[in-house]
Structures are given as C-alpha cells and as structure tokens.
C-alpha cells in the first residue's frame, strides 16, 4: 500500500473514532430563526458587513447580469406589535458598486468622456438613500415596505416586498439581530441613468438583505 493510501486510511479510522465525540454533542444550532416571537421592540442599526444590495439588468437580450452594492447602513424602529409603525432608514453607498468584471465595475463609476456627463454613476456618487412612509404586514412573515428612494439625486417612490428571515443574539457580539430580504424592481431611467437602453435593460431588478442590530 502507497504513502497516499497509508494517509487516507489512517484519516477514515481517526474520524471514525471521533465520530461518537462528535455525535454526542448534538449538532451545532443556527443563532437565528425564523421565529416572529424572538423579535423585540427597539431600534436596530445594519450590520454593514452582513448587508448587501444585489441587481440585476438584461444584457442585449442575452442573459441576466449581476452587480452588488455593500456596506449598507442605516435604522429600523420595530415594535412587533404594531408593524404598520415601522420605520426604515437604509443608505446605500453606490460608490462600492462592484460586478464580476474589473472592467464594467470602472465603467460604472468613470467620468464622462470629455466633460460630458457620465454614462453611470460617475467617479464620486452621493450615496443612494431609502426612507419608508409606510408599511403594511401581508403574512405571519412579510410585509409591503413603501418608501421614496433617492438615485442619482433623484427621489421617486418605491415599493419593497419584504420577508422576515430570522432573529436571535449574534454569537460573537452578543447583539439581538434580527434580519430581512426585500425585493422590487425600479426603471434607471427614472433616476436618469439612461445609458444602453434597451441593450442594457432599463428594468432593474433590487434584491436586498440586511441583518440589523439591536442598539
């Protein structure tokens, strides 16, 4: 028998060993649930490294494409006993675009040719900026999330369908966190970012996921 096969049974007896150890433990619990009734009343604040904003246009009426906006900050006011009050307040920093490809992600923020305006954003874009006016529960874990969502200094309303996905206490920090998915779509032309189209879709698809934190 070869030193590789030596190794690879040693390795299958030692787990085999362990396995009971392990077993006897039980298997490790997730922090979070999708249980309504570990939500408390307070404010929260995003966890900007655990939050993130995901797009999506149609590319020459190809295939879909995909883009990500992290670092998202902002407020939710909760009491899970009167959700129509619910406030969110989330920005966006639209400067930490990125995309699969170096090239488009440094289309995304160039300057315009020439002194002309950008094609996208441009190199410095103030961040992107969502307020709620109103939310309505549409099931045990869903809610409609109406707000004005500011974009390239333009502010337009917006609807979100949001889903609670979980809530417990973050094991490293021991903050009560609690988090959600929430998906609309919006036209760029209505915030004047009217490059390619319609070879780039002017429909684009928002998936958003955020973790807030209890403060």
């Given at each position: 028998?070869?030193?590789?096969?030596?190794?690879a049974s040693a390795a299958v007896l030692a787990l085999?060993?362990?396995?009971?150890?392990?077993?006897?433990?039980?298997?490790?619990?997730?922090?979070?649930?999708?249980?309504?009734?570990?939500?408390?009343?307070?404010?929260y604040a995003a966890d900007p490294g655990h939050s993130?904003?995901?797009?999506?246009?149609?590319?020459?009426?190809?295939?879909?494409?995909?883009?990500?906006?992290?670092?998202?900050?902002?407020?939710?006011?909760?009491?899970?006993?009167?959700?129509?009050?619910?406030?969110?307040?989330?920005?966006?920093?639209?400067?930490?675009?990125?995309?699969?490809?170096?090239?488009?992600?440094?289309?995304?923020?160039?300057?315009?040719?020439?002194?002309?305006?950008?094609?996208f954003f441009g190199p410095a874009p103030a961040p992107?900026?969502?307020?709620?006016?109103?939310?309505?529960?549409?099931?045990?874990?869903?809610?409609?999330?109406?707000?004005?969502?500011?974009?390239?200094?333009?502010?337009?309303?917006?609807?979100?369908?949001?889903?609670?996905?979980?809530?417990?206490?973050?094991?490293?920090?021991?903050?009560?966190?609690?988090?959600?998915?929430?998906?609309?779509?919006?036209?760029?032309?209505?915030?004047?970012?009217?490059?390619?189209?319609?070879?780039?879709?002017?429909?684009?698809?928002?998936?958003?996921?955020?973790?807030?934190?209890?403060?």
């Open positions: 028998m070869n030193r590789i096969a030596l190794a085999s060993a362990a396995a009971p150890a392990l077993f006897a433990q039980g298997a490790p619990q997730l922090p979070g649930v999708q249980d309504p009734s570990r939500v408390t009343a307070g404010t993130l904003i995901a797009f999506e246009v149609n590319h020459f009426g190809f295939n879909d494409y995909f883009g990500l906006f992290g670092d998202v900050a902002g407020t939710l006011v909760l009491d899970p006993a009167n959700i129509a009050a619910a406030k969110v307040d989330v920005t966006i920093p639209v400067a930490n675009v990125t995309t699969a490809s170096k090239g488009l992600t440094d289309h995304l923020l160039r300057a315009g040719k020439d002194g002309g305006k950008p094609d992107a900026r969502f307020v709620s006016t109103s939310v309505a529960r549409t099931g045990d874990m869903t809610a409609t999330i109406t707000g004005n969502l500011t974009l390239n200094g333009v502010t337009k309303p917006v609807t979100f369908e949001a889903e609670f996905t979980g809530a417990g206490n973050n094991p490293f920090n021991k903050k009560a966190t609690i988090g959600f998915d929430a998906e609309t779509s919006i036209k760029r032309s209505d915030f004047g970012v009217n490059y390619g189209i319609p070879m780039v879709s002017d429909e684009v698809e928002l998936d958003i996921s955020v973790a807030f934190e209890k403060q």
